[in-house]
Every structure is written in C-alpha cells, then in structure tokens.
C-alpha cells in the first residue's frame, strides 16, 4: 500500500501543504474490531458507475438486504443475503442523454440527478407494474452535485439538491415543486438536513461550510460558519442526534464540529491516500464512517473518538453507507483495473 499511496494522483483546487494538516488532525488507536467482513459480490455485474471523480455518493441501503447502486443498465438493488441483484429503473426510464451525478434512495423512492440539472424522481417498489415510473423536474442547467433526503418541520417529505452554479433548492417531493431556493458564491458540492428538518449544512468550493436554519427566510445569513478547511469539501453529515455534523474535503481530511460551538472542529483526522470523498454517521450514531477515494474507509467511533478501524481494499470508491439497523457497512468498489463489487461488513456487538 505504500507505493500505491505514493503513486495515487492528488488533487488539491487550492494548493496547500498536505503536512501542516496532518499535524493538527488526531491520531486515534488503531483497532480491528468494529466491523468484520461478511460478504462480497464481484464483477461487472456490480460495479457502480462513477461518473465524477469528485461525487462519490453512490451506494445506499434502506436496510441489510436492500442496497442501491448506479449502474451502467439503470438503478440497481442487491440483496446480500440471498445473493441476488436486479435492475429497478432502467436506464431506459431516464431522459436521454442522462448522465447520472446524484443518487438519493430512502423513504420508498430514488432520486437521481445529472450533469445537466435535471432530477428524476421514482418508486423504488411498484407492484402493478414491471417497471417503475419516473418523474423528472429541471431547475437549472448546471450539474447536480448531491442530493439528501429532507424534511420540514411539519413533516411533509422534501429532498435538498446541491448544484454546481451555488444554489441548494428544497423540492416538495409529493408534487415536485420548489420550495425553497438559496443561492452562495461558491459551487454547493454537498448538504444534509437534521431529520427534524430544522438544521441544513451545505459545503462546497469554499474553505468554510455553512449550517443554514432551515425555517429562516432565504435571505437570512447562515446560522454558523464551519471552517478550519484548507481545500473545497464534497460531503458532510448530520449525527443521527443532530448534535454533530461532518465534512469531508480535499486537504485529505474529515473534521467533526458540534452544532452548539462551531467555530473550530470537535475533532479532525486525516486519510491516506486522497480527499475525504464520502462521510456519513450510523444511524445508531455510534460510529461515523469516511471514505477516501480509493483503497480506504475509516471508521471512527464517535464516542470520543479514541479509536478508528481502517478498512482497506483496493480500487475506486463509489460510496460507503450504513444500513439502518447500524449493523451492515456496504462499500461500493468500482475500478477499471482492479474491477468492482460491492463489499458487506457486519458490527462486532460483542465489542
């Protein structure tokens, strides 16, 4: 793994000097314990496909035996315990030309979007029919960057979509109509919304992220500024407890602050090999996981952040996500050496 860290491609949007990050980032134990492997699918068949580098939120689980990745046939679900896979929405479904950028799955839908601003939107189960419909909207020409899952505060079900051009739209995901628009100077790369729908978090193409009230006018200043970055971000997370939100950038490291003081980080840790492409916390909130571009996922456990289990494997990643039971990390691998597939590890109770 030494070569690979010292021949694998760095990106830095703005230059900086990779050392003097990793001298303030923390240096948890390392442990072995946490999360054990269980499973692998392999080959062609369940390669995610990744169409920017930079956007690697591509796998997602609504629960142990149902994970969600783009592939190049169209939407596709595997079962790990039964050791199948099936394509729910067809590329066919899509407009065409649609290259995909965003993928959204939970609350019984999958929301997709592109390189030219558009988002389609389907359900994930349709018995009547034998394939499922989808839905598009299109609110402005430049590519869709992430999309979260969103509620409001009355409980009506939205969904957050970041685009390149600086504008976080909350769409109304019952009748597809914009809800809320805010515009930034700066590219919106990722968001994430508290699950009381009170709190967003948008970073993106600014050494600072933002935590945004979400029930405040848009022509509101952000509620705080998260900073202490030294390159652009492309993923944060709210804990399960809305107390802690996480980035993820490219100075190689992803930093954890608390919601009630965030002017400096709780906690900072640094990767191997590239920028923190992926973060997400579990649902149980006990460990938050953050993915490097290749070869790497660290999981951290939040309770104090003592200790962390570096999970190392070899090729691109498209993704990590927790099941929601907490008790399943899924990992996409998706390389044009090395192949892909999607990996299984299950939580070590007894630890």
Known sequence: MA?????????????????EVQKQALEPELVSDMFSFRYSALGDGYKSQ??????????????????????????????????????????????????LSALCVGNGMVFTGDYRGRYCVAPLWNESETWRPVAMGKLDVDIINHIALGHSSGGAQSILIAHNNGSLHTIDVATLSLRQSRSFDWAVNSCAQTDDGRLQCAVGDNTSG??????ASTQSSPAAYLGGHYDYSFSCAFSPDTRLVATGSQDMAARVFDVRWPSKPLAMFCGHIGAMRSVSFSPCGGFLAAAEPADYVHVYDTHGFAHVQD?????????????????????????????????????????
Not at 57 to 75: C, I, K, N, Q, R
Request: aromatic share 14%; net charge positive; with cysteine.
């Open 3 to 19: 070569y690979r860290r010292s021949v694998y491609p760095q990106f830095q949007s703005i230059v900086h000097n990779t050392y």
């Open 50 to 99: 990744i169409n920017h580098f930079q956007l690697r939120d591509l796998v997602w689980a609504t629960s142990s035996y149902d994970v969600f990745y783009w592939h190049s046939e169209g939407v596709h679900r595997w079962n790990p315990w039964m050791r199948t896979r099936e394509c729910i929405v067809p590329r066919r479904r899509f407009p065409q030309g649609y290259r």
């Open 210 to 215: 933002v935590l945004l009230d979400a029930r």
């Open 311 to 351: 999970i190392d494997l070899m090729g691109e990643i498209a993704g990590a996500t927790f099941s929601p039971d907490s008790g399943c990390l899924f990992v996409g691998v998706a390389d044009a050496l090395h192949g892909g597939g999607l990996l299984e590890f299950t939580v070590n109770n007894k630890r």
